[in-house]
């Protein structure tokens, strides 16, 4: 077969929705920019003070529309049965969910100066909690992510989540692998190859057990890809490029397997050790093939998913799809089913920890992480401000599930003492307005919030008295105190000027608190989870940090799915350590991935 010119365009196979579509090429042709236009030149660091809140020039084939995503939990039967809308589809066949169990629809929303805008894709269950697709399904665009499984169709033609069966579930966290070349892909999207584009999620809730785990190819099996072997496609993708008004629907489709011969159409984009291709189209006799909205779905032969859906040609039918080889990322793949859980600081839904800086005119901004610290702009993917009228407290800062909701909450402390909560929808917008919550709480010298102290999935307030004494309170779990009174839990916590609480350091689901003292070592102190202590002498896990004007524990923020810390330094740079998840640093130097936080008094 011919080699392809450099002209041929080349695409993700995610897709834009109907009436609010984040455009493949603007999102592909923006994150250069906005890394360039927010730091200085040459040094490839996203810049705070200077990033830009505009969405529409970022992004200026956005289009408006309105997508209402249902709550998480059951949409009445477990699989649809029938179907109502005749096929448009191009050499291949409806499909039911409940004959692919293992497949789910991944739509993801964003809300922008009140209009909505979206994007879906598929993937597959791995686990009961966890679904694999392609990375730039979810590490390529902020918003809220719902996993939709069950559903023959996951969108109707209004771009609404269809809601008369199916399962829906929440994202809590992502893995990327640490390869994935999108900055490169950013910069040369013509010759950069699609290079270990794969992600699995973790969802906050089980999924129901008719939706099973598909079988996936071990590590190094070379038996599937011979060319001739016929092997299934299936994911909820459009029919044909740039299609007016896709509906979603469940597809399937029989294609061939192709050799490395006729996959390295072009040199520069593929790599067989990591990919395969599928498929007969030629440009004058088009084929079944993967479309817009199918990436991260299976390739499949035997019932075992041998590739995710990755990227193609356009139009699509007109050469081979191409796949991310699964028996070169499987154990990769195999490793985050074993990794221990995270609360990410995540505003919008969509499983990436995001940050909240307040300026000194009293704004909230809002920084959305892009989940994958490797994408050229440290992990930002772009700011908006967020809310105003918050220079009046004299501590604000975000917590999480203190009404049972999984969801994040803004608590915010008045100069008298009062304790407020701002409840959000867990889609980053506030609902229901301030709640006083308590009174008596200007005395304290330091607050911490810890999500499972107890062991009882209830977050609590840790406070530090003037006299040093360590005060427990913790959530009822319905917006209220288990503990009004508080509950002592420890002396002697004067010689600490800084605390951070990262949540289960260890790994092993006892929560931890991290004091900084004043010759700048890291001191961990871990509970027991039943409101005692495992080293009530403290463990030194780091030095060096008495130059760091604040310490964040935002969860992951280098898309490993393991915890990290972010500091910021006396010459106002972001700075990321990473960890192993079980306590022990990966990189312990952290390296700078933004600048210009100076114009803020609390980064949270």
């Known amino acids: ?62 289009q408006k529309g309105k997508l209402a995503l249902p709550d998480p939990g059951p949409m009445g039967r477990r699989f649809q049965t029938g179907s109502d809308h005749a096929p448009r589809i191009f050499q291949g066949t409806l499909a039911s969910a409940s004959e692919f169990p293992y497949i789910v629809g991944i739509v993801t929303t964003l809300r922008w100066e009140g209009d909505f805008y979206w994007y879906w894709c598929s993937g597959t269950i791995i686990a009961p909690n966890k679904v694999l697709t392609a990375a730039h399904c979810t590490a390529d665009g902020p918003g809220t992510t719902r996993v939709i499984a069950g559903n023959d169709r996951i969108l109707d033609t209004e771009g609404n989540i269809l809601n008369d069966s199916g399962y829906v579930a929440e994202v809590a966290s992502t893995w990327t692998h640490p390869g994935w070349n999108i900055a490169q892909q950013y910069a040369d999207p013509l010759n950069a190859p699609f290079l270990d584009d794969v992600s699995v999620l973790t969802l906050k809730q089980d999924l129901p057990s008719e939706y099973t785990a ?30 007016a008004q896709p509906d979603t629907r469940l597809r399937k489709a029989t294609v061939n397997m192709r050799s490395n011969a006729d996959c390295n159409r072009r040199p520069s984009l593929y790599y067989p050790d990591r990919m395969i291709c599928a498929g007969s189209g030629t440009p004058t006799a088009p084929s079944s093939d993967i479309c817009g909205g199918d990436s991260g779905g299976p390739l499949l032969v035997g019932g075992v998913q041998v590739g995710i859906t990755d990227w193609g040609f356009i139009p699509c039918g007109s050469y081979p799809g ?163 009174s508080g509950t002592r839990i420890g002396t002697g916590w004067n010689g600490f000027n800084l605390f951070i609480t990262p949540g289960a350091w260890k790994g092993d689901g006892l929560e931890v608190i991290i004091g900084r003292n004043s010759a700048g070592q890291l001191k ?19 030095s060096g940090w008495a130059n760091y004007k604040n310490i964040l524990v935002p969860g992951d923020w280098s898309g490993d799915n393991m915890v990290d810390l972010l500091g910021i330094n006396s010459s106002n740079q972001m700075r990321l350590y990473t960890t192993n998840g079980h306590g022990d640093w990966i990189d312990a130097s952290g390296k700078v991935i933004s600048g210009g936080w100076g114009g803020f008094n609390l980064v949270f």
């Not at 459009?238 to 299609?243: A, G, I, K, L």
Request: glycine fraction near 14%.
């Open 214 to 243: 598909v079988s996936l190819s071990p590590q190094g099996d070379q038996t599937p890809y011979t060319a001739g072997t016929a092997a299934t496609i299936a994911g909820y993708g459009s029919t044909y490029d740039n299609e």
């Open 1 to 62: 077969m011919a080699e392809l010119s450099a002209s041929v365009g080349v695409r993700r196979r995610w897709s834009a929705g109907i009436l609010a579509g984040l455009a493949l090429a603007a999102v592909a042709a923006v994150a250069p920019a906005t890394a360039a236009q927010a730091a200085p030149a040459g040094d490839g660091v996203f810049n705070a003070a200077s990033s830009q809140n505009d969405l529409k020039s970022k992004l200026p084939n956005l």
């Open 322 to 484: 191409y796949y991310e080889r699964l028996s070169y990322y499987h154990d990769s793949i195999q490793e985050d089913l074993t990794r221990p859980s995270l609360v990410n600081a995540d505003w919008s839904g969509d499983g990436h920890t995001d940050l909240i800086a307040r300026d000194t005119a009293g704004n909230l901004k809002l920084y959305y992480g892009s989940g994958f610290s490797n994408d050229g702009t440290g992990g930002f993917y772009f700011s908006k401000h967020l809310n105003a009228g918050w220079g009046g407290f004299s501590r604000v800062f975000r917590v999480y599930n203190w009404n049972g909701d999984n969801r994040p909450s803004i608590m915010a402390m008045k100069p008298n003492g009062e304790l407020f909560i701002y409840d959000t929808n867990g889609e980053g917008d506030f609902v229901g307005g301030a709640r006083k919550i308590g009174s008596g709480w200007a005395g304290f010298t330091a607050l911490m919030v810890t999500n499972n102290w107890m062991g009882n999935n209830r977050p609590s307030l840790l406070v530090r008295k003037s006299n040093g004494d360590l005060v427990r309170y913790t959530s009822n779990g319905a917006g209220g105190w288990e503990n009004p």
């Open 524 to 542: 961990m102190y871990q509970s027991d989870g039943q409101g005692g202590w495992t080293n009530p002498s403290g463990t030194i896990i780091g």
